[in-house]
Every structure is written in C-alpha cells, then in structure tokens.
C-alpha cells in the first residue's frame, strides 16, 4: 500500500470502495492535495460488518495471550515506521513534526497497554446464600463494534477504540475522519502486518451519513465508540437508542484554567502555551478559558502575552515551527469569527488576532481579554489558537466561573497549596483535573467527561471495561 493513495480495509485485505470513488486528501500547511482516499458507502460499510461478524466468534475464542501478542507485534510496528507515520501526519494534518511523533508513541502504548491488560480481564465468583449454588461472573466481549474518529489526534484516537475493543475479544470497524484518512490506513497497516485475522478490525473512509446509519441500524453493531463534536455525538445517542446499542461518547469540550497566586507564575505560563496552543489548539481537552487571580493578573497577562507572541508559526514540518495550519478554511473563519466578535464586545487584544496570509490555513496564537459573559469565545468550543482571559477574586468565584458551561471534560489548576489543589478538583465538574500539568491525558489513566462533553471513559481499565459485557451465570450444584 503506498501512504499517499488509501484503501478501505475490509476482510483483511486493502480495497478500492464498491463504487470506484476516490477523494483528494489536502495538506493544510499548503492547501494543496497530498494524496486520495478511497470512498466507501453504505455497500463497504455493509460488508466490513460483515467481515466483522464473520470474525467475531473465532477472535473472541483466541486465548488472551495469543490476541496479545498480536497487539504487542502491531505497538512494536508502529513505533518501527514512527517517523514515516509521523511525517504522514504532519502532511495531513498539519501538526509539528515532534508532536505528530509524540501521538505515534502515544498509538503505540495503547496498543501495548492493553496487549497487557488483555491477560487480566477477570471476573468474579461471589459467594451464593446456600451450598447449592455458585455464582458466576463472566467478562465477555460486547461483538462486533464501530469506531468514529476525528481528525485532531488521527493515530491516537485509533489506539484509544481499537486496542481495547480487540484486547476484550470484539471485532470493529473503523470510520476515520475525512480529512485525515491517510494515517488511519497507515496503523490498520500495521494490525495487518502484526497478524491480525482477517475481519477483526476494518476500514471503511468515506462521507459520515451512509455510513454511520449502517452503523445505527445494522443490529449487528453492538457498540458505537464516538470521538467527535456534541452535536454529532447527540445524534448517535438518540439513533443508538433504537436498538439499545451501547455508546461511549467523547464529545467537545471548554476548558477552564485557573491560576492562583501562589502558583509558579513560570511554570503556570509555559502550561497554559502547552495546553492552549498545541495542536494549534485544536485539542478537546485544551484551556479554552483562562481565569487568573486579580492580584496577578496583570503581571500575568503581560508575561503570556510575551511568550505567545514568541511562538513560531508555520509549516509542521519545520522544526523550528512551533504552531502549525489549522485544519482548514472554516476552522480559520471559526477563530476569526470569535476574535471579532470579542474585539466587538469590547474585550482587550493582548496578542495576534489575524490569520496569517495563505498558502495553508494559519492563525496567529492570539489572547484576549476581559471579554462579557455572552461572548462567542466564553461559550463556544474554540478548537484554534485563540484564549480568552479574565480575572477572580477568591476560590468560590474561580470555581463558580470554572463550572458555569455545559461542557465537563477537562479543567486545569495552577498552585502550590496542597489544600486548595484538594478543594478546588474536588469541586471542578469535570471528568479529567489537571494540577501543575497541562497535559493529564494518559493511556492508562480514565479518559473522559461529565454533562455535554460526553459519557463513558476511554483509556485504562475502565477503556476496556466499555468493551465488556458482565454475564452472571447462576450455577445450581446438587449435594
Ligand atoms: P465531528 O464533526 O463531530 O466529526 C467527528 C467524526 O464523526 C468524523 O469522522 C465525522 O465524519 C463523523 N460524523 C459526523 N457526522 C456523522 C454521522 N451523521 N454519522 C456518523 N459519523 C459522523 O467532529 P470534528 O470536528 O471532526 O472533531 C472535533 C471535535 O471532536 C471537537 O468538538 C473536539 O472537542 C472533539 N474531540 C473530543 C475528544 C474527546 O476525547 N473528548 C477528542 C478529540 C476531539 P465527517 O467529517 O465525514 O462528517
């Protein structure tokens, strides 16, 4: 298979889609084609559920050892071709060149976690009321499940779904998102070339509709694992519910981060650059709300707004860039969009405010502040380079404001009192706290949020348990 010409793959082997299709797959620093993806439709989507079927009985049936080593050839594959995939990614979807290698590793440890986690996926013997019985527990996996994911984070989204669902004994199919399709053929490569039977993990690229109603209403899919915006993930939980498929939703979110004033003013700077300006900020769980302490704030913002203005924007491919393209012409009107509407508003340019001239779709890194309540960048997800920043009086009020929104999935702290790192994520509505540490994600920690950012947890025991049905068998034992 060459990286820039993708195939679906269905059944074990790469495929052009049933119609022929094919769609151009664009570089985002350049707003040029780097290459076509097959586009598959309802028919390829119909027969990877197939082929998932057909594979789920023996895969679930192979010893845990044996599904493991085949997890652990593919983590060892994709760490082998990490600067190849790593490139691949930066082409297509943008991000520095070290950052897309970080995601490789990261690809990789899911898959290796949980080739470990997959020997230790127990159940229980509980003790019955009366000598004549035994009681059962058994973890067995759900079947034939469907993965949806987004362009953000292309290959680590991938570890995140497939390796647990295919350590528990399930089979999937994969639909990646279109503008990043190219990375998605580059790991299932991988699987393949690790071993992995024919028909328990497949491709299907292509436009979302057809293909995730084969998702909704084939009762053979016993899971949907989404990774995407609320709205969407709205719609799946309603349709799902027709036949009561199971969900885990990782939805959008609207991060708050708070700096008190006894926090490491340096150490606090260079964490709010890390969570809100990688990936060019198109991170779900990236500070998209920074809330300082009134007694700081202005040497604060004085100081961030220095370091963001030192950030180097430009191709991913530059090692010198430190912020890449975002990932197109609407995501630069998005963030435009915001920054005018805050500037309307009143609200104070620290730095940056405007798109950088093409080829490619570039922002500046931008901080503003003091923006009103209903501004647009206070309550919707940013997904670019662009903060906003305001300022709290005490404790009650920074978390009064850290909570106020509808999303919950992460939320970041910076301080150096061990009582109120307590207090304070202890009362964030949010699934994942991040103390002193702007980057909580792990593969083996719950990945996750509360209220509209989503349910279920991805990552960790708990990422495979979503992968799992609990069956208790009731066993009478005559004396
Ligand atoms: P999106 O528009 O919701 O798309 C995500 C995926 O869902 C894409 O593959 C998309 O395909 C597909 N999709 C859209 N409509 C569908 C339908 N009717 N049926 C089946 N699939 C459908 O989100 P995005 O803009 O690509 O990604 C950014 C969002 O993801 C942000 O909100 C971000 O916060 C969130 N995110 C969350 C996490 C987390 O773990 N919580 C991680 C990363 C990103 P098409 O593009 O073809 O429509």
Same mark, same amino acid.
């Given at each position: ?27 985002? =620093?350049?707003?040029? %084609?780097? @290459?076509?993806? $097959? ?5 390829? #989507?119909?027969?990877? &559920?197939?082929? *998932? ?109 497939? =390796?647990?669902?295919? %350590?528990? @004994?399930?089979? $999937? ?5 279109? #503008?990043?399709?190219? &990375?998605?053929? *580059? ?109 700081? =704030? ?7 707004? $220095? ?173």
């Amino acid at each position: 298979m060459r990286v820039d010409s993708g195939q679906l793959y269905i059944d074990g082997a790469f495929r052009e889609a049933a119609d022929g299709r094919r769609a151009e797959v664009v570089n985002p =620093a350049t707003g040029d %084609a780097m @290459g076509s993806m $097959a586009q598959g439709g309802a028919v390829d #989507a119909r027969a990877a &559920v197939d082929a *998932a079927t057909r594979a789920f009985a023996a895969w679930a049936a192979t010893p845990a050892p044996e599904r493991a080593a085949v997890l652990r050839k593919a983590a060892d594959l994709i760490l082998q071709r990490r600067d190849a995939i790593a490139a691949l990614m930066t082409r297509e979807q943008g991000k520095p060149l070290r950052e897309s290698a970080g995601e490789v590793t990261m690809t990789a440890d899911y898959f290796q976690w949980n080739a470990e986690e997959a020997r230790r996926i127990y159940g229980d013997i509980i003790p019955a009321s009366t000598r004549a019985k035994r009681l059962l527990v058994l973890r067995q996996p759900v079947g034939v499940t469907a993965a949806i994911t987004p362009w953000n984070f292309p290959a680590s989204m991938i570890g995140r779904k497939l =390796a647990p669902a295919l %350590a528990a @004994g399930c089979t $999937a199919v994969l639909k990646p998102a279109p #503008a990043t399709p190219l &990375v998605a053929c *580059a790991i299932l490569q991988c699987l393949h070339d690790a071993g992995l039977p024919a028909g328990v993990a497949n491709l299907v690229a292509g436009p979302a509709e057809p293909i995730g109603e084969v998702f909704l209403t084939d009762a053979r899919v016993r899971k949907i694992s989404f990774t995407g915006s609320t709205a969407v993930g709205k719609m799946l939980l309603g349709r799902a519910a027709e036949q009561m498929k199971k969900v885990s939703l990782e939805l959008g979110g609207h991060a708050p981060f708070l700096v008190f004033p006894d926090a490491d003013l340096d150490q606090a700077v260079e964490g709010v650059v890390s969570s809100r300006y990688r990936n060019a900020g198109q991170t779900c769980i990236c500070a998209n709300r920074l809330y300082v302490h009134e007694d700081i =704030a202005a040497t604060f913002s004085q100081r961030l707004a $220095a370091r963001v203005q030192s950030l180097r924007v430009g191709r991913g491919d530059d090692p010198s860039v430190d912020v890449g393209p975002l990932i197109g012409a609407a995501a630069v009107e998005r963030v435009r969009a915001q920054v005018e509407d805050g500037l309307a508003r009143g609200g104070r340019l620290l730095c940056g405010g405007e798109p950088l001239p093409g080829p490619g779709y570039f922002f500046q890194p931008t901080v503003i502040a003091d923006l009103p309540p209903d501004a647009l960048l206070r309550n919707q997800e940013t997904f670019g380079p662009l903060l906003g920043l305001w300022s709290f009086r005490d404790e009650a009020e920074a978390i009064a404001l850290a909570n106020d929104t509808p999303y919950g999935l992460a939320a970041y702290l910076y301080t150096r009192d061990l009582g109120r790192a307590v207090r304070v994520s202890e009362a964030l509505e949010y699934g994942i706290v991040g103390v002193n540490d702007p980057v909580p994600a792990t593969v083996q920690a719950p990945f996750g949020g509360v209220k509209e950012s989503g349910m279920g947890r991805e990552g960790g025991y708990e990422g495979l348990l979503g992968f799992l049905e609990t069956k208790f068998v009731s066993l009478a034992v005559p004396s």
